[in-house]
């Protein structure tokens, strides 16, 4: 069948699965995904897998979008306020998951000290885009919201890092790979100064030309050319493409004083590209996938949620965070996606000899998180009662 034409029924599926989770009370990015799931290999295979990949693109554009306006938190008049405290609470949250993770595969699951060291480290991660669409779709805003974004947002950054490192430290351990301390220490960091270079200087171009444009249209033509620009150059260059949107956003938040007219624009172009990547990660999970998992699965799961969980609380308690804070932040990071799946792709070309067991678990982990993820932002929100902040926030600048 006709690729466009599939696109078409992609979208009015995702369009559908979107209205009744809404109506199930659940938020309208896990619509999106059982869509994509029905659609997928699991039940109607719409698509063949090589069409799958030939969309890969949409991924890679919706994640860039959604890193870039997470950029926007990092205004730095914010960030000294709340910028030593996100800290914190992004590596308790990130260490949490990474030791829960790590013990449990080592000493409950008698897995390699290899696999348990990378697939720890790829439990870091946090999937942003879910988190992000349910914020919006609520419309939510308050502290606990304030607190999610920029812990998102620096999670990335340190998940990377982290990842890098174990990986290194595999490939030492199994002999693939010889490699000084200096090196296993440098390559994450190029990675990542480098990603953030390269998004201050495309930053600094946006702002500028930003600045000399008045139309909406020609502003949002000229955003989504820097976002991609940032893709392509991180590719080219073995970079971030994640953390390079992200610091564009950040490096535009500060140096414009009206950045919020180009992230508004940003947001009315981004809907239907948010609808495709999810439905279309809906569509790349496979349920045979749970015959394969078993225990190891359903253990990794769990343990992630418990260092996530208990991680975030343990540093909201560190630096005297509210209770609200402490209760139902670690609730709101749990979403899994795009980072984990890309990981994972390069275990596959790094470490083969782990790569089946470590990508067959991960697909496990983003089709169970992908779903209950945003559910639980969503219920971690509610209950925190900042439903609706935005609404509140504008009508009191309003009297």
Do not use: C, W
């Not at 730095?76 to 992004?90: C, Q």
């Not at 930053?203 to 600045?211: N, P, S």
């Not at 180009?262 to 999970?285: H, K, R």
Request: overall charge positive.
């Amino acid at each position: 069948m006709d690729l466009f034409f599939n696109l078409s029924v992609i979208i009015l599926v995702g369009i559908l699965g979107g209205r009744v989770a809404k109506r199930f009370a659940l938020p309208s990015v896990s619509g999106y995904i059982v869509a994509g799931l029905i659609l997928g290999p699991s039940f109607i295979h719409l698509v063949s897998s090589q069409e799958l990949e030939s969309l890969s693109f949409i991924t890679d554009i919706a994640l860039a979008a959604i890193a870039f306006t997470i950029g926007s938190e990092f205004l730095l008049s914010d960030m000294k306020k709340v910028g030593k405290r996100a800290l914190i609470l992004t590596l308790t949250e990130v260490f949490g998951a990474f030791i829960v993770v790590f013990v449990a595969m080592y000493l409950i699951f008698n897995q390699s000290f290899e696999f348990s060291l990378i697939i720890a480290s790829m439990s870091a991660a946090t999937a942003p885009a879910g988190i992000v669409m349910v914020i919006r779709e609520l419309r939510a805003n308050g502290p606990l919201v304030k607190t999610i974004l920029p812990v998102v947002a620096l999670d990335d950054a340190v998940g990377i890092m982290l990842f890098g490192v174990a990986l290194s430290l595999a490939k030492i351990t199994s002999g693939v790979a010889d490699f000084t301390v200096l090196q296993i220490i440098s390559a994450p960091l190029i990675e990542i100064f480098g990603s953030l270079l390269l998004g201050l200087i495309l930053g600094i171009g946006l702002t500028y030309l930003a600045k000399k444009v008045k139309g909406r249209d020609e502003l949002l033509k000229i955003s989504l050319a820097f976002i991609l620009a940032g893709i392509g150059a991180s590719n080219f260059f073995n970079l971030s493409p994640l953390l390079t949107s992200m610091m564009m956003g950040a490096t535009l938040v500060n140096l414009h004083q009206n950045s919020k007219r180009v992230f508004g624009t940003l947001n009315e172009f981004t809907p239907p590209i948010n609808l495709l990547f999810f439905t279309l990660a809906g569509m790349s999970l496979d349920l045979k996938v749970l015959s394969s998992v078993s225990l190891l699965g359903v253990g990794y799961i769990f343990a992630r949620a418990l260092g996530k969980i208990m991680g975030a609380g343990i540093g909201a308690r560190l630096i005297g965070d509210n209770e609200i804070i402490q209760k139902y932040l670690g609730l709101s990071l749990l979403t899994q996606g795009g980072i984990s799946i890309g990981l994972s792709s390069i275990v596959r070309s790094e470490l083969p000899q782990f790569s089946d067991s470590i990508v067959t678990v991960i697909l496990f982990s983003v089709l169970i998180f992908e779903i209950i993820g945003p559910v639980l932002a969503k219920i971690a929100i509610t209950k925190a009662g900042e439903v609706d902040g935005m609404l509140k926030k504008e009508a009191k600048i309003t009297t």
